[in-house]
């Protein structure tokens, strides 16, 4: 996603990037601005689910068809 961003100009989404990852600074300003880039993180986890899933068939289509008991 760091690559992404830095290809599409948005070098800021870094540290959003990091945040999601569990990347904290340190500091009391540092638990506020997490709170703050929250619809940035939204978008970005958004787009990686959908890179993830590119191609994949529909989750409804995992409730088709006969079903398989062990």
């Known amino acids: 996603m760091n690559e992404l961003a830095k290809a ?10 990091d945040l999601m990852l569990a990347h904290v600074p340190d500091g009391v300003e540092a638990a506020y601005n997490r709170a703050a ?13 959908d890179m993830l899933t ?3 068939p529909p989750p409804a289509a995992l409730l088709e068809g006969k079903r398989q008991h062990g």
């Open 8 to 17: 599409r100009g948005q070098d800021g989404d870094r540290a959003v990037i």
């Open 54 to 56: 590119d191609g994949l």
């Open 37 to 49: 880039y929250m619809p940035r993180r939204r978008a970005i986890a958004q787009e990686w689910a």
